[in-house]
């Protein structure tokens, strides 16, 4: 028996565009579409955050009098930059914000470096007591760091460190959170394969975390480094105890604003506006690195 030849298929007609296809879909990758409640919500909450924002610009820009009205103003005024120079006349608010850089500065980089450095020995690396010392630095962090303040001013004092910037800058350089961070974002992030690969090339362990580790650990670091400078530049307890008025950060010098019987409301929200801006801008140069990081985790896998 001969087979049936299959029926021959025209070609399509000249000038004629082939249907349109539709691009197939699975339920991993679905492609979903917020509604009008979806960007309703949405907008009500980046109002809701950002108001408070707003309202500090505001209150920096009017006088004391405009904040004790009622109903009160909601637009900016023109009282700002008077604000500002009452700021610089009341507190030394440019030593304070040199300080406050100085010290966050060397906190963020100090902390960054150290905990990716310690997060790779314990995502990577063999040795004895690797669990029983990552237990004991995670266990360090339901200590309240109120309880180790005397202890810690002791030390400082028989150091001669009182009233110096170092005394704020040596506790914070490395943290047990950031420790954890980095151990459990370069447990997903970096192959085991690469540092093999390298080991076989030759390759030793300092080598191995600048060349490999240090590129991969990237948008980690930049998210520990953002939680490290905010947490630091707005820290207050240690630095009122380790520090005096001589040689304030930026929030002990908030403290001496808006003097006298009555607080001038506006004077005190224009140096928290002049302590807030600092904080942005470092969100705003690694905001980037973050938003690369959470995409790499997202799709990751």
Same mark, same amino acid.
């Given at each position: 028996?001969?087979?049936?030849?299959?029926?021959?298929?025209?070609?399509?007609?000249?000038?004629?565009?082939?249907?349109?296809?539709?691009?197939?879909?699975?339920?991993?990758?679905?492609?979903?579409?917020?509604?009008?409640?979806?960007?309703?919500?949405?907008?009500?909450?980046? /109002?809701?955050?950002?108001?408070?924002?707003?309202?500090?610009?505001?209150?920096?820009?009017?006088?004391?009098?405009?904040?004790?009205? &009622?109903?009160?103003?909601? /637009?900016?005024?023109?009282?700002?930059?008077?604000?500002?120079?009452? @700021? %610089?006349?009341?507190?030394?608010?440019?030593?304070?914000?040199?300080?406050?850089?100085?010290?966050?500065?060397?906190?963020?980089?100090?902390?960054?470096?150290?905990?990716?450095?310690?997060?790779?020995?314990?995502?990577?690396?063999?040795?004895?007591?690797?669990?029983?010392? $990552?237990?004991?630095?995670?266990?360090?962090?339901?200590?309240?760091?109120?309880?180790?303040?005397?202890?810690?001013? %002791? $030390?400082?004092?028989? /150091?001669?460190?009182? *009233? !110096? $910037?170092?005394? &704020?800058?040596?506790?914070?350089?490395?943290?047990?959170?950031?420790?954890?961070? %980095?151990?459990? +974002?370069?447990? !997903?992030? /970096?192959?085991?394969?690469?540092?093999?690969?390298?080991?076989?090339?030759?390759?030793?362990?300092?080598?191995?975390?600048?060349?490999?580790?240090?590129?991969?650990?990237?948008?980690?670091?930049? @998210?520990?480094?953002?939680?490290?400078?905010?947490?630091?530049? *707005?820290?207050?307890?240690?630095?009122?105890?380790?520090?005096?008025?001589?040689?304030?950060?930026?929030?002990?010098?908030?403290?001496?604003?808006?003097?006298? +019987?009555?607080?001038? !409301?506006?004077?005190? %929200?224009?140096?928290?506006?002049?302590?807030?801006?600092?904080?942005?801008?470092?969100?705003?140069?690694?905001?980037?690195?973050? &938003?690369?990081?959470?995409?790499?985790?997202? @799709?990751?896998?």
């Amino acid at each position: 028996m001969t087979a049936l030849a299959a029926p021959p298929t025209e070609p399509p007609a000249s000038g004629a565009r082939p249907g349109p296809t539709r691009p197939r879909r699975n339920r991993a990758g679905r492609t979903m579409q917020g509604g009008r409640l979806a960007h309703a919500i949405l907008i009500a909450a980046v /109002l809701v955050s950002a108001f408070p924002f707003y309202w500090t610009i505001v209150a920096a820009s009017r006088s004391n009098a405009d904040l004790a009205k &009622v109903p009160p103003t909601l /637009l900016p005024g023109s009282n700002l930059f008077h604000n500002f120079q009452a @700021v %610089m006349e009341e507190a030394d608010i440019g030593k304070a914000l040199l300080n406050s850089f100085i010290v966050s500065g060397s906190i963020t980089v100090g902390t960054v470096l150290c905990c990716t450095l310690a997060g790779f020995a314990f995502a990577k690396l063999r040795f004895r007591g690797r669990g029983a010392l $990552l237990a004991i630095t995670v266990g360090t962090m339901m200590i309240p760091p109120q309880l180790g303040v005397i202890p810690l001013f %002791m $030390l400082i004092a028989e /150091l001669q460190w009182v *009233n !110096q $910037l170092q005394a &704020v800058i040596l506790p914070g350089l490395v943290s047990a959170f950031g420790v954890f961070f %980095m151990r459990q +974002y370069l447990v !997903q992030s /970096l192959p085991d394969e690469l540092i093999e690969a390298a080991r076989v090339d030759g390759a030793s362990t300092a080598r191995i975390f600048w060349s490999i580790v240090v590129p991969i650990a990237r948008p980690g670091m930049a @998210v520990l480094g953002m939680l490290t400078f905010m947490a630091a530049w *707005n820290d207050f307890f240690w630095p009122i105890v380790a520090l005096s008025s001589q040689e304030p950060t930026v929030q002990v010098a908030l403290r001496q604003l808006g003097g006298g +019987y009555v607080h001038d !409301q506006s004077v005190i %929200m224009a140096g928290t506006l002049l302590g807030t801006l600092p904080v942005l801008l470092v969100f705003g140069l690694l905001g980037r690195q973050i &938003v690369g990081g959470i995409m790499q985790g997202a @799709v990751k896998g």
